[in-house]
Every structure is written in structure tokens, then in C-alpha cells.
């Protein structure tokens, strides 16, 4: 069956402007995450979607950044007034809830900011 | 809340040559734990995985883990490196009780030479 998908694999943007970050999870799976990879800096946790419960925003890293995920599916991360630090690869997971259920990765999302 | 130290950030090993790739981890109780590999250009794919029983793991591409609570590890392992292994590795953490995201390392980027 279809992975995780993620839309678009890579975008350029200018510093200032606002990002919208598409992620469509594995089909059924009600819980989804976003990670942000940085060189030398592992997988960053950013939010958490977890079914109907409210989402965990703790790894959100300044009030830029915010996430939506509609009708239990697809998930759009948005980065408003974007900085350099925000270059990265923005990765999205999706699992069942159950907690020991494994992640399902897509590509990701190279956002670069010049 | 649970954390993840992968001490190497670096490891170079010959081809056919053993491989120990370490983990430590801080959690409060007995923890899920996840071992992840992302070859160059790829996305995130799931090497195994200690949920409970058998201390030691058997994953994919003949990649095994051993939980060991006194020490507070899930070393990686594999006896005989192939080139195509070359890629970054991941550890990660999760909490049974399902309702904290799963915590990963910085990850430990292995090489292979001839």
C-alpha cells in the first residue's frame, strides 16, 4: 500500500515569507508526527497528533511554527516569517496509536531559506 | 521524560568487518525502544524493535539489538558489514504509556570502507 507522502520534497523560499508543509499519513493510521532533521542535530520533535486527543505542540520551537491535521488525515505543517535556522529537513511519521506501533517515515521536505 | 545518547557520531568500519553501534538511554520504566535507518537519500525505515520478553532483538538485514536494563542500552550489532550499510543510524525511545512522542538520538553515521 501507499506510504507516507510528503509535498513538496524541496523548497526554496526567501527569509520572511510563509511555508505551508503537506503531509499525507499511511491510510488508517490515526496518529501522526513532524520531526525536523538538522545536520549534526538528529531528529527534532515538533507536534504530535495523537486521534481525536489534543495535539502535543511541546516541540514546537517559537510561535512561527504551527501544525493542523484535517479530519484525521492529512497534515499541514506552516512556518510563518521564515528564518535561516528554519533551513532543515522537515520529516513526517504516521503509526497506529498504539504506543508500540512503529512510525512510518515519508521523504521528507528540504526547506531551504536564503 | 525519556532521552536518547548515541555516544558515536561517527563510525567507520571495513567491509565484512563486525559492527556495535550503542545506544544508552533515561527512562523512569521500562521503555519502548527502536533502532532506525536512513540510507543516503531515503527515508526513515525500522531496523527492530524491544517491546518486552527476549532481551535480544532480531531486525532486518541481519541487524540484531540486545536490551540490557542494568546498563541501560540497546546496542546495535551486526557481525559482518556490507558496503551497502553505509547510512545514519538511529535510536529511539518510547513511552508504554503511548501518550509522549517518540524520542530519538542524534544519530551515529556509520561508513564502510573496502
Known amino acids: 500500500g501507499a506510504g507516507v507522502s510528503q509535498s513538496p520534497s524541496n523548497k526554496v523560499t526567501e527569509k520572511g515569507k510563509d511555508v505551508e508543509l503537506r503531509c499525507d499519513p499511511i491510510?488508517?493510521?490515526?496518529?501522526l508526527y513532524w520531526y525536523r532533521q538538522s545536520l549534526g542535530q538528529g531528529l527534532e520533535f515538533l507536534i504530535y497528533?495523537?486521534?481525536?486527543?489534543?495535539?502535543?505542540k511541546s516541540g514546537l520551537p517559537s510561535d512561527r511554527f504551527s501544525a493542523e491535521r484535517t479530519g484525521g488525515s492529512v497534515s499541514t505543517l506552516t512556518i510563518q516569517r521564515t528564518q535561516q535556522e528554519d533551513s532543515a529537513v522537515y520529516l513526517c511519521?504516521?503509526?497506529?496509536?498504539?504506543?508500540?506501533?512503529?512510525?512510518?517515515f515519508g521523504n521528507g521536505t528540504r526547506l531551504t531559506v536564503t | 521524560a525519556q532521552s536518547v545518547t548515541q555516544p558515536d557520531i561517527h563510525i567507520t568500519v571495513s567491509e565484512g568487518a563486525s559492527l556495535e553501534l550503542r545506544c544508552n538511554y533515561s527512562y523512569g520504566a521500562t521503555p519502548y525502544l527502536f533502532w532506525y535507518v536512513q540510507s543516503p537519500g531515503q527515508g526513515l525505515q525500522l531496523l527492530l524493535k524491544y517491546f518486552s520478553g527476549d532481551t535480544l532483538v532480531q531486525g532486518i538485514k541481519g541487524f540484531e539489538a540486545e536490551f540490557k536494563r542494568s546498563q541501560s542500552s540497546f546496542n546495535l550489532r551486526k557481525p559482518s558489514v556490507h558496503w551497502s550499510d553505509a547510512a545514519e543510524y538511529f535510536c529511539a525511545v518510547g513511552a508504554r504509556s503511548g501518550n509522549t512522542p517518540l524520542v530519538f538520538g542524534k544519530g551515529t553515521r556509520l561508513s564502510v570502507i573496502a
Open positions: 497528533f495523537q486521534g481525536n486527543s489534543a495535539p502535543d
Open positions: 491510510s488508517g493510521h490515526t496518529a
Open positions: 511519521a504516521s503509526s497506529l496509536l498504539s504506543p508500540n506501533s512503529p512510525l512510518h
